[in-house]
Structure formats: structure tokens, C-alpha cells
């Protein structure tokens, strides 16, 4: 089971960095989602860089927990411009995204 739990977590930070950076980098079909919902360059940008540092504090076990909480937050932002997108079948599976971040708050809860 710990090894699971280490998986799990490895896949958190990862996607957590990775849908940061898509941001911060400015792939275009990403600032076109965000911008039809309508979020503007500047706040991409600034929550791509909330999500890379979200990732990154799930790293060590001291700030996990906040790491975890800013990457439920943040993916339940994201998963809501899915849906507004009418991006249902990804926005049903982002939804595991936001399981994923919470099941981390929990399991770094004193």
C-alpha cells in the first residue's frame, strides 16, 4: 500500500506541474479554453504559476498538505472551464484529478 500511495502522489505533483507549465508556457488550445471562459493572459499565467508552485510543495511531506489543497482548488476551477467548454468526457475524467489532490489533503491531515 505505501507504494501505491508514493504512485499516487508521483502522478499528483507530476500533473500538477505539467498543467501549470502548459499554462505558463502559453500553449495556445490551453489560453483559448481559459480565455473563453474568460480569464485574461495575466491570470492564465498567474494560475499556472499558483498549479506549478501547488506541485511543488507536494513535495516535501512538511508542505504536502498545502500543496494538496491548492491542487484541489485549482483543478476544481479547471474542471469547471472544461465543462463550460462542453468538454464533458474530459471534464468527467478531470474530475479524478480533484479526487486525487483531496485524497492527498486527507492523508497529510494531523
Known sequence: MKYVKLILLGILILLSIATGLTKLIQMP????LFRNAGFTDISILIFGAIQVVGGILLIPKKTRRYGAIIMAITFVIATIVVFM?????????????IALAAYQVKLNTN
Open 29 to 32: 488550445e490551453e489560453m483559448e
Open 85 to 97: 467548454k462542453g468538454m464533458i468526457g474530459f471534464g468527467v475524467f478531470s474530475i479524478l484529478f
